[in-house]
Antibody, heavy 124, light 107 residues
Framework: QVQLVESGGGVIQPGRSLRLSCAASGFTLSNYGIHWVRQAPGKGLEWVAL????????YYVASVKGRFTISRDNRKNTVYLQMNSLKPEDTAVYYC?????????????????WGQGTVVTVSS | SYDLTQPPSVSVSPGQTASIPCSGD??????ARWYQQKPGQSPVLVIYQDTRRPSGIPERFSGSKSGNTATLTISGTQAMDEADYYC??????????FGGGTRLTVL
C-alpha cells in the first residue's frame, strides 16, 4: 500500500546536526512533491520544507532557511531533511507528507499521504 | 507570514452538526484543505479543493467556502470524530500555511 516511513530522529544537543529520512513505497516517488511538516509538543502543525518531484524547486519556512536542506533520491525512493545548527525550538515530531501534485505548489493539490512521524528533541 | 484563523475549540452533541471556520485574507483566491488529527496519530486529509472529499472519508464530512472563509462541516457528528482539525492553504509568500487548529469535542 501507499506508505511513507520516517526515520533518523533522536535526542541531539543544540548546535549539532541530524538527518531525517522518509522512505516511500507503493507509489512512484518521482511523480510527486514531498513536504516535511513538524509539530512541537502540544502545538499545531507547521510546514517546514518542500521538494518538487525532480528536486529542482525547494522551499523552506523562514525559521529554518539556511539551516535545513531538503533533498531526494528518487532511485532510492527516499527524501531527506538535513538539519544543521539545531535549536531547542526545533524540537518536534517531524512528518513527511506526499503532495498529490508534482510541484507541491499547485493549490488544487493536498497532502494526501502522511508518515507516522519521527521525534526530534534538541536539548543539552 | 500568512495567517489562517480557526477557533481553538468547538463543542457538539452526538448526532448534531459541527461547523469549523477558517479565515484568511487571501483564502478566496486559493483552495482550502482540511486535515483531521486524532491524539497520537498522523494527520489525515478530509477535504481538498474547498469541497472535495478523498475516497474513504465519510459523507458526513463536507467543506464550503464563502469569500475568505472556508468551513468544515460534520453532519451527524459521532464520538469517533473527536479530534483536532487543521485548515491549510497555499500562499505565494509563505508557500504553505496551516491554521492554528480546532479541537472538536463531542459531548
Amino acid at each position: 500500500q501507499v506508505q511513507l516511513v520516517e526515520s533518523g530522529g533522536g535526542v541531539i544537543q543544540p548546535g549539532r546536526s541530524l538527518r531525517l529520512s522518509c522512505a516511500a513505497s507503493g507509489f512512484t516517488l518521482s511523480n510527486y512533491g514531498i513536504h516535511w511538516v513538524r509539530q512541537a509538543p502540544g502545538k499545531g502543525l507547521e510546514w517546514v520544507a518542500l521538494t518538487s518531484f525532480d528536486d529542482i524547486k525547494k522551499y523552506y519556512v523562514a525559521s529554518v532557511k539556511g539551516r535545513f536542506t531538503i533533498s531526494r533520491d528518487n532511485r532510492k525512493n527516499t527524501v531527506y531533511l538535513q538539519m544543521n545548527s539545531l535549536k531547542p525550538e526545533d524540537t518536534a515530531v517531524y512528518y513527511c507528507a506526499k503532495d498529490s501534485y508534482p510541484t507541491g505548489t499547485d493549490s488544487r493539490g493536498a497532502f494526501d499521504v502522511w508518515g507516522q512521524g519521527t521525534v526530534v528533541t534538541v536539548s543539552s | 507570514s500568512y495567517d489562517l484563523t480557526q477557533p481553538p475549540s468547538v463543542s457538539v452533541s452526538p448526532g448534531q452538526t459541527a461547523s469549523i471556520p477558517c479565515s484568511g485574507d487571501k483564502l478566496g483566491d486559493t483552495y482550502a484543505r482540511w486535515y483531521q488529527q486524532k491524539p497520537g496519530q498522523s494527520p489525515v486529509l478530509v477535504i481538498y479543493q474547498d469541497t472535495r472529499r478523498p475516497s474513504g472519508i465519510p459523507e458526513r464530512f463536507s467543506g464550503s467556502k464563502s469569500g475568505n472563509t472556508a468551513t468544515l462541516t460534520i453532519s451527524g457528528t459521532q464520538a469517533m470524530d473527536e479530534a483536532d482539525y487543521y485548515c491549510q492553504a497555499l500562499d505565494i509568500s509563505t508557500y504553505v500555511a496551516f491554521g492554528g487548529g480546532t479541537r472538536l469535542t463531542v459531548l
